[in-house]
């Protein structure tokens, strides 16, 4: 049964329960890591630091190589409903989306990405029979890797029938990069009080929430035809693509700033500054603007600032922490890029916890789980 209209709509109604998700994750990287040793009879090593993180670390001498998989998620679903609606296939972008889940995370290490794979499981062989859709999803997944500037090294492309609904795909990509030289690495190993906590803008909604946007159109009168502001309507502003972050933190390279430490912001929304395990507070000061998708879910699904910022990206897709003195260089290198940035706050000593200020919220230390 749907919530009444009128109520509100949190994420885990709209299917996903983070409580019952996490504890699986937390065990499958306690089990992954007894299997590191491993490697010392390749001659390589891990990065312990690298566990919990977005991407896993080795050391294999003169470079560490950095790894990824990610998986897109639902926002397919909303591609074809609004192919049924539209008449146009929007495959092109969710191709950037799927790219843009591994290599977002892959350069928070500070990883240069290098490869990626592609995999594309559909529900049978008769969802390739739609060449345009087809296309669009080829054309947008070269386009994406020509952006971050990283080489489509294959994939795989099977017929699920029976596993993946008939008509439907489910989409992943992996990511392998190279952090050289090895200084380039955000472990976390710098990040400190006086840090300054620099935001990168989002195009909306990303890949992240999806379950809860849709679950919202249920409640639409006009569904995803709704218009959320003149000439823009609810389908098309959430298949705005993810914004991908490579060629900012490629920059950043070029241009000496040191990223001390990086988070994608994806599910568990603004919670993911949280992420490194130290004992440090992070307050904001400045918020950036909410895109118009975004507020519009926040109105309609009525959720109170603590449940949208701990929940979608709210404007801030990325998030970088450098000394102060860099804060400022961080900003005009990602504007340069075409990436919208704000220095937003700053890392303290003290109990782990967040306060967003303008918006008078705070999460603990335990607000996330991930190791």
Request: hydrophobic residues 45%.
């Amino acid at each position: 049964m749907n919530p009444p209209q009128d109520t509100p709509l949190s994420y885990e109604q709209a299917g996903v329960q983070y409580e019952l998700i996490d504890p699986l994750k937390v065990a499958a990287q306690r089990a992954a890591a007894a299997t590191a040793p491993q490697l010392a009879g390749h001659g390589f090593s891990e990065l312990a630091a690298s566990r919990g993180e977005s991407a896993y670390v080795v050391d294999v001498g003169p470079f560490c190589i950095a790894s990824i998989v990610e998986c897109l998620g639902t926002k397919t679903l909303v591609a074809d409903e609004m192919q049924h609606l539209t008449g146009r296939s929007w495959y092109a972008g969710i191709a950037q989306d799927t790219i843009a889940m591994a290599v977002n995370d892959l350069v928070t290490v500070g990883a240069t990405p290098l490869v990626v794979q592609a995999y594309w499981a559909a529900g049978g062989s008769a969802w390739f029979a739609d060449g345009d859709r087809a296309q669009a999803l080829v054309q947008g997944w070269q386009q994406a890797c020509e952006v971050c500037k990283v080489a489509w090294g294959g994939g795989e492309t099977p017929a699920l029938a029976g596993i993946v609904e008939p008509g439907r795909i489910d989409l992943a990509a992996a990511c392998t990069g190279l952090v050289n030289p090895k200084e380039r690495l955000s472990l976390g190993e710098r990040l400190g009080p006086g840090d300054a906590i620099v935001l990168l803008g989002s195009s909306g909604i990303h890949a992240n929430g999806l379950s809860l946007a849709r679950k919202l159109a249920e409640r639409l009168p006009q569904g995803y035809l709704t218009e959320i502001e003149p000439g823009l309507g609810y389908g098309e502003a959430l298949l705005a693509p993810t914004v991908l972050y490579a060629p900012v933190t490629e920059a950043l390279w070029a241009a000496g700033v040191r990223v001390h430490y990086a988070a994608n912001i994806t599910g568990h929304g603004w919670r993911k500054l949280l992420r490194h395990p130290k004992r440090l507070a992070y307050r904001i000061h400045t918020v950036p603007p909410v895109p118009a998708v975004l507020r519009f879910i926040q109105q309609q699904a009525q959720q109170d600032d603590a449940e949208a910022y701990g929940t979608l990206n709210m404007g801030a897709g990325f998030a970088l922490f450098v000394a102060a003195a860099d804060a400022e260089r961080t900003v005009a290198v990602a504007q340069a890029c075409g990436v919208p940035a704000w220095v937003a706050g700053a890392v303290e000593a003290g109990e782990k916890r967040l306060v967003i200020e303008p918006l008078g919220v705070a999460f603990g230390g335990d607000a996330l789980q991930l190791r």
